[in-house]
């Protein structure tokens, strides 16, 4: 498939992928142009891939050589690879033979006679599945989760167009956007995304991140959820992309900076807050990816430097939610004379006009945008303190919190905001 450019709206409509498995056979089909000739013979077969072979003008994320070749010999021991083009169709057939005799190692290219209505592009079936995968194929749990992976990991090009059918179903993207306000309240605060962006660097790479707020705070029936852990914190967390790739999908651990460097722990309190970053680069060995394409490389000199400022926006809204949390009536009342809010993109946020970016004066380069977020009146809050048996606050830190080593200062706060909600209703 020709890259589509960086800026285009829909840069992937009309391209889709069909897949289609059950316990016997697994077939991915796609209309994206097919695999020109002279790239299957210098290196799509190949196991391996040398580097004067890259992709050096495309924003790519294949770098190793072995994607396609390690999926299909992990599914099954019998594969056919079909390219349909305008200038030259062929199939490769993987054997049995071949795959059990260590002496093969070339693999024949047979042209395919082309016709004028043929569909441009690559179909890879592949049977003799190995039994696990044909176990996993022939179970309907497994095609609820395989779909629900294929949205979350292709949310970004299914965003911008791309179609995806999984056994017929097709696959909807998980959108990711922030909530932004169109106008600042009277104080000149307002809900926004704290924005980083690096672009034009010597290295190549291009960098947009941005966390906040994806929904609006939780109803009193969620935050009940939420102390049960019932509440849903799917979308929560961070993303990483890398060239539309999404290579990690709402993580919630130190990988992405939750729980170190003075940043909290996740906890469902904080189930409003998502972040994306997105990596862009026409050399793919620039990227933070791991070899499986689904994780981030955590010892990338890039991706530590932006894990600063990933930490630095988690730190802003996390502090924001802690100090909402303990004023829950005011928040309702703000939230009520709110301005209008709207659900804005990643690279959209990174685009907008009215906000202020800063130079940033570090090796990584730059600019950033730090929200003035609102923030509750000031109250004159006075200390209330007593003590009960160790037994009891256990008791009620598992009933709040389905556990019972919660902090004697947590379990009273839940105390007393359950009763200031009981004097409301």
């Known amino acids: 498939m020709t890259q589509p450019a960086a800026d285009a709206v829909n840069p992937y409509e009309n391209y889709r992928a069909d897949i289609r498995f059950d316990e016997n056979s697994f077939t991915i089909t796609d209309n994206c142009g097919g695999i020109p000739f002279d790239v299957a013979e210098r290196s799509a077969f190949r196991l391996g891939r040398k580097e004067k072979d890259l992709d050096e003008d495309l924003p790519t994320v294949g770098l190793y050589g072995i994607g396609m070749k390690r999926a299909i010999f992990k599914m099954g021991t019998s594969a056919k690879v079909t390219s349909l083009r305008g200038d030259r169709s062929f199939s490769v057939e993987i054997t049995p033979e071949w795959m059990g005799n260590d002496d093969l190692w070339e693999l ?177 060995s620039k990227l933070p990816l791991t070899t ?52 804005v993109l990643p690279e959209e946020v990174a685009k907008r006009s009215d906000l202020k970016f800063t130079a940033i004066r570090k090796t990584i380069g730059g600019e950033q945008s730090r929200p003035d977020l609102p923030a509750p009146q000031t109250f004159t809050d006075r200390w209330v303190r007593f003590s009960k048996p160790e037994s009891e606050i256990k008791l009620l830190s598992q009933e709040f919190f389905g556990t019972p080593d919660a902090k004697p200062s947590e379990v009273g706060e839940e105390c007393f905001a359950r009763a200031l909600r009981e004097l409301e209703v």
Not at 253 to 277: K, N, S
Not at 316 to 343: D, G, H, I, M, V
Request: with cysteine; proline share 4%.
């Open 108 to 284: 024949e290219m047979v042209d395919i006679t082309n016709r004028p209505d043929q569909v441009h592009g690559t179909t890879i079936h592949v049977e003799q599945l190995r039994p696990g995968i044909s176990r996993s194929f022939s179970q309907e749990e497994f095609l609820n989760e395989f779909l629900d992976d294929v949205r979350a990991y292709y949310s970004y090009i299914i965003e911008k167009g791309f179609t995806v059918t999984v056994n017929g179903k097709e696959a909807g993207a998980k959108k990711i956007g922030f909530l932004m306000e169109e106008k600042r309240d009277h104080a000149g605060q307002g809900i926004a995304p704290y924005v980083y962006r690096r672009q034009g660097q010597p290295d190549g790479v291009d960098v947009y991140l941005s966390v906040g707020l994806y929904r609006t705070s939780p109803t009193e029936e969620e935050e009940e959820q939420e102390l049960e852990g019932r509440a849903s914190t799917e979308n929560a967390g961070w993303t990483i992309i890398c060239n539309d790739r999404v290579v990690l999908y709402a993580d919630k651990t130190r990988l992405t900076g939750w729980g170190e460097a003075t940043v909290p722990a996740y906890h469902t309190q904080f189930v409003a807050i998502a972040g994306v970053v997105i990596f862009r680069s026409n050399d793919p």
């Open 292 to 343: 499986t394409k689904r994780g981030v490389d955590a010892n990338s000199e890039l991706y530590l430097q932006v894990k600063d400022f990933m930490r630095d926006g988690l730190k802003l809204f996390t502090n924001y939610t802690n100090r909402w949390k303990k004023r829950p009536t005011e928040r309702k009342e703000r939230e009520a004379q709110s301005p209008a809010l709207t659900t």
